[in-house]
């Protein structure tokens, strides 16, 4: 009886058996052809990098361990030692840790672009800038870059465009489409959707720097686990009703927070005052995400009392779960900034990071409004 699985199997080994040496030459003759150690790749890593291809449109990605996974592979296709890179300034903390303390060990220096020099890369380039990294929605300010007017800045002067679109989704933005060249993922997030999944995945524009990215994956060890791979996968099937569920929730709540006197400050691409509003709906598609972030009172005890007082919104350093949660970016994702970076990103104490889950919008607006009176 023929067996024909709806879902794709699991295939939980670590190694794919071969009936003579014909067959292991076969393989290295054409490695695509069949599977030979899961490291190498598996069925299930191949299929959680070929359907986030697909969203994004490349022309080839891999599937790693983690969205760290990720950023590295899409640095290690395009630099080695004695290479520049450029980063947002406005970047994942995550991102500048991995610049600033490992990278630079292997020679690959870096230089911070503030946002509003994004479109002028002149003053920052040198001979040896490969690329410039950015998030598509900034991490944790919710800035939008204009990705078309960056690609092409970046082409100017000969540089790849590494894009993350974590915050955004491929729902929302798809950067390859308006010129990146590389557009990277913490799988973890949107794409599988359910807090229990750690992975990541980078999709290339051009067939050469897509096998680029396979070759560090599989020398680096970078490549994901089956289990995880086919729980992504599954995540994947509701992305698009999820963000549209993640965006509606979360433009109600931001628009709730800016009438409330406690909230000084809503940062959310989805409001009309936000100033990459107009720019967020023309690249986007209507939906703005369910990242936002407030500013309360600089005041550690305000903020103590408010992550206490949210009962919907528990306090977890991660984010893009179907159920929300609230982070602190100052003594999490960014706590290794120095203070004066911190200052100019505009992190300070009373910042905080909402991740809008697709709870009933009602009920979380509820919890929000009993945390805020409680100050």
């Not at 893009?320 to 120095?338: C, E, F, K, M």
Request: charged share 15%; glycine share 6%.
């Amino acid at each position: 009886m023929k067996i024909k699985p709806k879902i794709t199997p699991i295939y939980q080994t670590s190694v794919f058996k071969f009936d003579d040496l014909t067959e292991l030459e076969l393989y290295f003759g054409e490695p695509s052809s069949r599977y030979l150690y899961s490291r190498n790749g598996n069925p299930n890593s191949d299929e959680l990098a070929d359907k986030v291809n697909e969203w994004e449109q490349g022309a080839g990605a891999v599937a790693t361990g983690s969205g760290m996974a990720a950023i590295l592979a899409a640095l290690m296709a395009c630099c080695q030692a004695g290479d520049h890179v450029l980063c947002a300034s406005d970047i994942y903390g995550g991102s500048s840790s991995l610049l600033n303390q490992e990278l630079s060990r292997l020679g690959i220096t870096v230089t911070y672009v503030p946002f509003e020099h994004l479109y002028e890369l002149s003053p920052f380039v040198q001979p040896t800038t490969r690329l410039l990294l950015c998030e598509t929605i900034s991490n944790p300010l919710l800035r939008v870059a204009d990705l078309q007017r960056l690609a092409q800045e970046c082409h100017q002067h000969s540089l790849k465009l590494v894009v993350d679109n974590t915050f955004a989704s491929p729902v929302i933005t798809r950067p390859l489409a308006l010129g990146a060249d590389l557009v990277l993922h913490s799988v973890t997030k949107y794409l599988a959707g359910h807090s229990d999944v750690t992975a990541g995945v980078v999709v290339a524009a051009d067939p050469a720097l897509a096998a680029r990215l396979r070759q560090i994956g599989v020398l680096y060890g970078l490549t994901l686990s089956p289990m995880e791979s086919w729980l992504a996968v599954r995540g994947l099937k509701t992305l698009r009703l999820r963000m549209r569920e993640h965006s509606a929730n979360a433009l109600a709540i931001a628009e709730f927070l800016q009438q409330q006197p406690a909230v000084r400050a809503v940062y959310y691409p989805g409001l009309a005052a936000h100033p990459q509003h107009e720019l967020a709906r023309a690249q986007g598609t209507g939906q703005y995400g369910g990242m936002l972030s407030i500013l309360l009172a600089d005041d550690t005890e305000v903020v103590n009392r408010f992550i206490r007082a949210c009962q919907r919104f528990p306090f977890a350093p991660s984010l893009a779960g179907v159920d929300s949660s609230l982070s602190y970016p100052l003594g999490t994702s960014h706590r290794y900034l120095t203070s004066e970076q911190q200052a100019e990103l505009g992190i300070t104490v009373g910042l905080v990071r909402l991740s809008v889950g697709i709870e009933p919008v009602e009920e979380l607006l509820a919890d929000l409004q009993a945390a805020l009176q409680s100050l």
